[in-house]
T-cell receptor, first 112, second 111 residues
Framework: DVKVTQSSRYLVKRTGEKVFLECVQDMDHENMFWYRQDPGLGLRLIYFSYDVKMKEKGDIPEGYSVSREKKERFSLILESASTNQTSMYLC???????????FGPGTRLTVT | TQLLEQSPQFLSIQEGENLTVYCNSSSVFSSLQWYRQEPGEGPVLLVTVVTGGEVKKLKRLTFQFGDARKDSSLHITAAQPGDTGLYLCAGPTSGTYKYIFGTGTRLKVLA
């Protein structure tokens, strides 16, 4: 079974803090994704990576950056957290870029 | 822009009832996936349909891909409280490597 883990289930940070969200997958997938999910807005793609050190912007990359130094690990960074970044963050991985995705349990981030 | 519209948006039913949710697009998809997301968790892949007209069954869940590969449906027989969650369809857009998710159907099954 594919397993995708995320570093925290719940996180509370203050405005202006630098926030790191980490995601690890154990299935040797090339592709990894970061989404945020908000009521009424669905799943929105922030960034994705198709190989180590390779990244592409998704639909809403502003205020975020990512890092992929190892194949199994994909990190999402909020350089200076703001209250409008309060959300559920979901990491996913896939064997094929535009095919079945496997998600982690999510991190519910609150920025106060 | 390819979109996946799901209906209904919300559904609240009693345990034991049957239901169908729909996923529609004006565009052709090479495949569609269905996911279920329980409250506070990440989406979990349920099934992939690839061939037009294909029907797949997963216990009490029946998935169908439209003949023209522009729509899909999920039918649940004798719904149980454990079926409660957000149901998402998703698929690859043509001409790009983009993968899109539908608008979702939020199902609540009351005991």
């Amino acid at each position: 079974d594919v397993k995708v883990t995320q570093s925290s289930r719940y996180l509370v940070k203050r405005t202006g803090e630098k926030v790191f969200l980490e995601c690890v997958q154990d299935m040797d997938h090339e592709n990894m994704f970061w989404y945020r999910q908000d009521p009424g807005l669905g799943l929105r793609l922030i960034y994705f990576s198709y190989d180590v050190k390779m990244k592409e912007k998704g639909d809403i990359p502003e205020g975020y950056s990512v890092s992929r130094e190892k194949k199994e690990r994909f990190s999402l960074i909020l350089e200076s957290a703001s209250t409008n970044q309060t959300s559920m963050y979901l990491c996913a991985s896939s064997l094929v870029l535009d095919y079945e995705q496997y998600f982690g349990p999510g991190t519910r981030l609150t920025v106060t | 822009t390819q979109l996946l519209e799901q209906s209904p948006q919300f559904l609240s039913i009693q345990e034991g009832e049957n239901l169908t949710v729909y996923c529609n697009s004006s565009s052709v998809f090479s495949s569609l996936q269905w996911y279920r997301q329980e409250p506070g968790e990440g989406p979990v892949l349920l099934v992939t349909v690839v061939t037009g007209g294909e029907v797949k069954k997963l216990k009490r869940l029946t998935f169908q891909f439209g003949d023209a590969r522009k729509d899909s449906s999920l039918h649940i027989t004798a719904a149980q409280p454990g079926d409660t969650g957000l149901y998402l369809c998703a698929g690859p857009t043509s001409g790009t490597y983009k993968y899109i998710f539908g608008t979702g159907t939020r199902l609540k099954v009351l005991a």
